[in-house]
């Protein structure tokens, strides 16, 4: 899988924050997975007070974005995946817990013709109170937003790279990757994926961080779903023939029309 214009065929976007215990194995077990596929990975050091970005073995295939401060998730994803110069993007969780040998597997689906292809962790390495919040917080926002998604939080994914255009910079925005870019008329797949134990480091959230914080959001998306400009346009009809011509049509997203 090569690209002839000098942009690698697949970036990868890893968000990290005082991650520095799990970096080096992950870049090295990102190496591995991607070694038959044409990449790039960017880090992007979400204000790590620790020595994260120090730990990132800087070569060709790797570029690091160092944020001032700290902004949250959404910020790190965002920034990413608009540096990216892939076909593809895809995001992957800095913590370990994502396991690197599944991207090709998403990258092959995105190449049988999805748009967006979500990971959802069927069997899942986490505590129980965690496992079962997840869960009510999935059902209740797939059934508000019509993502039709049931593992929203499982931050691995691929995209193509015109779907970037379709996600709105806010916080909050990771959890609706999947409802604004299907909201745009993209098509979205799901496959199961491997999940693994945090052996390093912290976990970022947890109950109290999220439910409120998420709820509001839910209902801003919903809002902001409902409201996209959605045309056709008609092609012109040719002169002289009196011939109808049907469109296709094209649907634009909020993103699109700025």
Same mark, same amino acid.
């Given at each position: @899988? !090569?690209?002839?214009?000098?942009?690698? +065929?697949?970036? *990868?976007?890893?968000?990290?924050?005082?991650?520095?215990? #799990?970096?080096?194995?992950?870049?090295? &077990?990102?190496?591995?997975?991607?070694?038959?596929?044409? %990449? &790039?990975?960017?880090? *992007?050091?979400?204000?790590?007070? =620790?020595?994260?970005?120090?730990?990132?073995?800087? =070569?060709?295939? *790797?570029?690091?974005?160092? /944020?001032?401060? #700290? +902004?949250?998730?959404?910020?790190? @994803?965002?920034?990413?995946? !608009?540096?990216?110069?892939?076909?593809?993007? $895809?995001?992957?969780?800095?913590?370990?817990?994502?396991?690197?040998?599944?991207?090709?597997?998403?990258?092959?689906?995105?190449?049988?013709?999805? =748009?967006?292809?979500?990971?959802?962790?069927?069997?899942?390495?986490?505590?129980?109170?965690?496992?079962?919040?997840?869960?009510?917080?999935?059902? *209740?926002?797939?059934?508000?937003?019509?993502?039709?998604?049931?593992?929203?939080?499982?931050?691995?994914? +691929? @995209?193509?790279?015109?779907?970037?255009?379709?996600?709105?910079? /806010?916080?909050? @925005? %990771?959890?609706?990757?999947?409802?604004?870019?299907?909201?745009?008329?993209?098509?979205? $797949?799901?496959?199961? $994926? #491997?999940?693994?134990?945090?052996? /390093?480091?912290?976990?970022?959230?947890?109950?109290? !961080?999220? +439910?409120?914080?998420?709820?509001?959001?839910?209902?801003? $998306?919903?809002?902001?779903?409902?409201?996209?400009? #959605?045309?056709?346009?008609?092609?012109?009809?040719?002169?002289?023939?009196?011939?109808?011509?049907?469109?296709?049509?094209?649907?634009?997203?909020?993103?699109?029309?700025?």
């Amino acid at each position: @899988m !090569n690209e002839q214009n000098g942009a690698p +065929a697949v970036s *990868v976007v890893v968000p990290v924050y005082n991650e520095e215990e #799990n970096v080096p194995i992950l870049q090295a &077990e990102l190496a591995s997975a991607l070694g038959g596929i044409d %990449h &790039e990975i960017i880090f *992007v050091d979400d204000g790590s007070r =620790d020595c994260t970005a120090d730990r990132i073995t800087r =070569d060709p295939h *790797v570029r690091v974005l160092q /944020f001032e401060r #700290n +902004a949250g998730q959404s910020a790190a @994803m965002f920034a990413g995946l !608009n540096a990216a110069r892939g076909r593809v993007a $895809v995001l992957i969780d800095g913590d370990l817990q994502n396991d690197p040998a599944d991207i090709p597997r998403l990258v092959a689906e995105i190449e049988c013709g999805a =748009d967006l292809v979500c990971g959802y962790r069927a069997r899942r390495k986490d505590t129980l109170v965690k496992r079962i919040t997840s869960r009510i917080a999935n059902f *209740v926002r797939s059934r508000f937003t019509k993502d039709g998604v049931r593992d929203t939080g499982c931050t691995l994914k +691929a @995209m193509r790279r015109e779907c970037i255009a379709a996600l709105v910079p /806010f916080k909050g @925005m %990771h959890r609706f990757i999947p409802a604004l870019i299907k909201g745009a008329g993209y098509r979205l $797949v799901e496959i199961p $994926v #491997n999940h693994r134990p945090r052996k /390093f480091g912290q976990s970022k959230y947890g109950l109290g !961080n999220r +439910a409120v914080r998420a709820t509001v959001d839910m209902f801003g $998306v919903r809002w902001l779903l409902s409201r996209q400009l #959605n045309y056709r346009e008609r092609p012109d009809r040719p002169r002289g023939t009196g011939a109808r011509t049907r469109s296709r049509g094209t649907r634009r997203s909020p993103a699109q029309l700025k």
